[in-house]
């Protein structure tokens, strides 16, 4: 089989070193004769594990020894509703920042739990010069006007990054899902930041909880035990049972990151990988993107061809070269191809090699 490049937005590939030691692995884990999947998550080889890859993603992120990691389950959507259950309750107010399908499912929730009353919102995002471009309002409020502000940084369906800060009077709480490890962020400057697996980290289901200790010395609330901060801080995220497996390929691909520089060196390459893609989409007429340049997403680089008609040709020719999972999301339309950190640069170099191909083929 020739290679694949899955552009998938999540599950999203993995990188292909790390999938290679699981597999070599897979029947016989640290010479034990089971798999890591069949081993107690309490013996001393998976605790390790533990201990080893919470390590790796605090020296990667810089996480100050201030902030708790916890391991959780639930995937990105589980943290919408946990960060509502552990820091809201009925009682107080929260904000969120509007930027298009993940923002606002993340606000659906926070209403679904505890009503439109506890729940504020502002949509950031507006058209300038026909491109959606993100607005920061100013914050200034007094402290106790929000328990939190919630954003969501990497817009994966809609193709929207915020690389600016946000500079607020509350607790800052991130969904980094689909931009976590992708450039370097101050943790210090949030209260919270939560990923599901599936785009950067490992396989769906885990979901990573960075979060500042104070902030849950003031929840007087009773969530859910299993999504319950404290007491998943309390059990080193073993209240109970972990998704060991995703747990065990995102310890490798903290390492194979390690390996490769840490996350300013995968930055340099994410930047090169979407400067590349772009280019070629702003150079021909046949193809566009919607977005203004500088919220233009590193991970997800949605676009449009000109003429809607041929999408299909530009799908089945793009998969017959092994370029795959292109077809954007249903509500946005167009391609997306997301390029996260695994996606190597020879995947995108052959995506634009193709795009340039098509788009003569097809310009008579
Ligand atoms: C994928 C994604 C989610 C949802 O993750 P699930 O694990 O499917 O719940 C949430 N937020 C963002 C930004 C995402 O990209």
Redesign the pocket.
């Known amino acids: 089989m020739s290679t694949v490049y899955n552009f998938c937005a ?1 599950p999203a590939m993995l990188p292909p070193p790390v999938m290679a030691k699981a597999q070599a692995e897979l029947l016989d884990w640290q010479g034990q004769g089971v798999s890591v999947m069949e081993v107690s998550h309490r013996g001393a080889p998976f605790i390790a594990l533990a201990k080893t890859s919470e390590a790796d993603l605090r020296e990667l992120m810089n996480i100050p020894d201030n902030y708790h990691v916890l391991f959780m389950h ?5 943290q919408f509703a946990a960060v509502v259950n552990n820091f809201l309750g009925n009682n107080g107010k929260a904000l969120y920042l509007l930027s298009g399908q ?1 923002s606002k ?1 993340a606000a659906d929730e926070a209403v679904r739990l505890v009503g439109e009353a506890h729940v504020d919102t502002i949509e950031i995002v507006s058209k300038v010069n026909g491109l959606n471009q993100v607005t920061l309002p100013e914050f200034n409020g007094p402290a106790t006007q929000y328990r939190y502000v919630h954003y ?1 940084p ?3 369906v809609d193709g929207i990054e915020i690389f600016e800060e946000i500079n607020a009077p509350w607790p800052v709480i991130a ?1 980094m ?2 931009t976590i490890m992708s450039r370097p962020v101050d943790v210090s400057k949030f209260g919270m930041i939560y990923a ?1 697996a ?2 950067n980290i490992g396989p ?1 289901g885990l ?1 990573i909880v960075i979060v500042r200790k104070d902030l849950l010395q003031l929840s007087a609330i009773n969530p859910s035990s299993i999504m319950d901060y404290r007491i998943a801080a309390a059990h080193d995220s073993m209240f109970n049972t972990p998704p060991t497996f995703a747990w065990y390929l995102a310890a490798e691909v903290f390492k194979w990151l390690q390996q490769l520089g840490g996350v300013a060196a995968i930055e340099t390459q994410n930047k090169q990988k979407a400067e590349l893609l772009y280019q070629c989409i702003d150079e021909l007429a046949f193809y566009k993107n919607g977005v203004a340049p500088q919220n233009r997403s590193r991970m997800n680089v949605t676009f449009q061809l000109q003429d809607e008609a041929l999408n299909k040709d530009f799908l089945a020719d793009a998969e017959a070269l092994g370029l795959v999972a292109l077809k954007g999301h249903r509500i946005v339309g167009g391609m997306r191809a997301s390029i996260y950190n695994a996606m190597p640069l020879a995947g995108v170099q052959k995506l634009v090699d193709f795009m340039r191909a098509f788009a003569e083929k097809h310009t008579a």
């Open positions: 999540g639930g995937g990105g959507r589980g993940w499912s969501c990497n817009e994966t969904d899902s689909s599901g599936q785009k769906s979901s």
